[in-house]
């Protein structure tokens, strides 16, 4: 069920009204059975392996909890990471390992086969595996307790708004809201929608409408050259942006409706001075899940300088194959990773320049071009296309930007819209580096108010993607 969909507008109000219509005691059940149909929308079969996850996990967390002996928790940790590695690994991985085994058999001169298995990848596998994995994580290190509730437990990891494309939530915040008693707050609940109203301006007013022009390129690159590229790399840079960060607004916001807080995923991207302050602001949830159980379990910066770093590689390379099984993310976590250690090495210079506004400035730009140029081998479907894409960029520059209308039907007015509405985007997230935006609209005057309000409807209604497209990370 997508958050972009009619049956989304009627499941929705029905699951609203009646949590706060029933009482606390019964309301995890709702959320668990609402956050199943929810799910099974995508395809019933695949809610065996959230159960799989599930049961898993909640055993493993009680075992854990009783169990004193270090080398059986051991034990009792390693099993639990096979079933719920093992189970991501063959539903996305395995097909890929084995073509990449092949290929190395073929270029050795070992003639096999290719062969895949007719594996569909389950949507928002990884993000749940990844929450159940924090979980008995936490549980093994002593950080939180085991939940003995099977189906408050089975809530928190099913829990619907985040489900299938986060934010991944720790245990320590999700699960203890899910426990406690809520009473409707109004202004938390519109507040909610308020967001989820932005949200929807990002996906379907700028998300959905420059996919368009981004699939039509990526989707024939021979006959596309100089700006089609430029226009088409930039337009994915923000695609992406406005298409998982509205995703997580509107999660958020629907959380919100229930008085669930989810934690911010993103904050201004886009603005940072620096790669490793882009990874602070960028998919948050995840950055600081691959920094506690990945970079800091590897020994941080709390070891030699050349460790360090090798730390940092590691955690942004594994990050990349977590958005995919293809060399292509692999390669987008390596020039991260490069970045940012490139970075730490350079670092007291860094600090002095950006002390210089006009150095920050410099700094911001080159950041968001570093994040343009990386993004071509996250969206090129094979290596040759991203290499396509590099050294085709800047060839006749001026005479296809003369050819835009004809080449992506990039008319005057089309663009001059788009490109509102990025503005727009942008004066938002600048503003919201220095307060929250919609809460200083709230304590507006009646009538400025309003003036937003039906003025972000009627931008959406207006000009909104006319289909109803999935969003980018869910095939993540």
């Known amino acids: 069920m997508l958050f972009n969909s009619v049956s989304f507008g009627i499941f929705l109000p029905i699951v609203f009204v009646i949590y706060w219509a029933i009482p606390h005691k019964y309301r995890w059940f709702l959320l668990l059975v609402s956050s199943y149909f929810f799910y099974m929308c995508w395809g019933a079969k695949y809610i065996v392996l959230i159960l799989l996850t599930t049961v898993v996990s909640y055993l493993a967390g009680i075992l854990l909890e009783k169990e004193y002996n270090h080398k059986k928790k051991k034990m009792i940790l390693t099993g639990t990471m096979i079933v719920c590695l ?82 991944i939530e720790r245990t320590r915040n999700l699960l203890p809201q899910i426990h406690s008693e809520k009473f409707f707050d109004y202004k938390q609940a519109t507040y909610g929608m308020k967001l989820m109203a932005w949200g929807f301006f990002k996906k379907l007013v700028i998300a959905d409408v420059i996919a368009v022009y981004v699939d039509s390129v990526f989707g024939a690159l021979p006959k596309h050259r100089g700006c089609d590229l430029l226009i088409a790399i930039f337009f994915f840079t923000i695609q992406i942006y406005c298409d998982f960060s509205g995703y997580s607004d509107i999660a958020i916001g629907t959380a919100k409706l229930m008085g669930i807080e989810l934690m911010t995923n993103f904050k201004s991207p886009y603005f940072s001075t620096s790669i490793r302050e882009f990874w602070s602001r960028w998919h948050i949830s995840l950055s600081t899940w691959f920094k506690d159980y990945v970079y800091i379990p590897l020994g941080g910066n709390r070891c030699s300088k050349i460790r360090n770093y090798f730390n940092l590689m590691v955690t942004f390379l594994v990050s990349g194959l977590w958005h995919g099984a293809s060399w292509n993310f692999l390669i987008w976590g390596g020039i991260h990773g490069i970045a940012q250690v490139a970075e730490k090495h350079f670092n007291k210079t860094s600090v002095r320049l950006h002390q210089n506004t006009v150095m920050r400035i410099f700094s911001m730009v080159s950041v968001f071009l570093f994040c343009n140029f990386a993004w071509i081998f996250f969206r090129a479907e094979t290596f040759s296309n991203a ?38 985007l942008g004066i938002y997230d600048y503003f919201s580096l220095k307060f929250d935006v919609i809460e200083r609209i709230s304590q507006k005057s009646i009538l400025i108010r309003y003036f937003f309000y039906f003025g972000i409807v009627f931008i959406i209604l207006t000009f909104r993607a006319s289909s109803e497209a999935e969003f980018v990370y869910f095939q993540f």
């Open 387 to 424: 290499i396509y894409v590099i050294t085709h960029m800047f060839t006749d520059v001026f005479e296809t930007a003369i050819l835009l209308k004809s080449s992506l039907g990039l008319t005057l007015s089309k663009l001059l819209t788009i490109f509102g509405c990025i503005t727009l």
């Open 86 to 167: 093992g189970t991501l690994f063959v539903f996305k991985y395995l097909n890929f390992t084995c073509s990449s085994i092949v290929k190395l058999l073929n270029f050795i001169s070992l003639d096999i086969h290719p062969f895949t298995l007719e594996i569909v990848l389950p949507v928002g596998i990884s993000f749940y595996t990844f929450q159940t994995m924090s979980y008995v994580i936490d549980v093994y290190r002593g950080e939180i307790k085991a939940e003995h509730h099977f189906g408050i437990y089975a809530a928190f990891i099913s829990y619907f708004p985040q489900l299938v494309a986060g934010p």
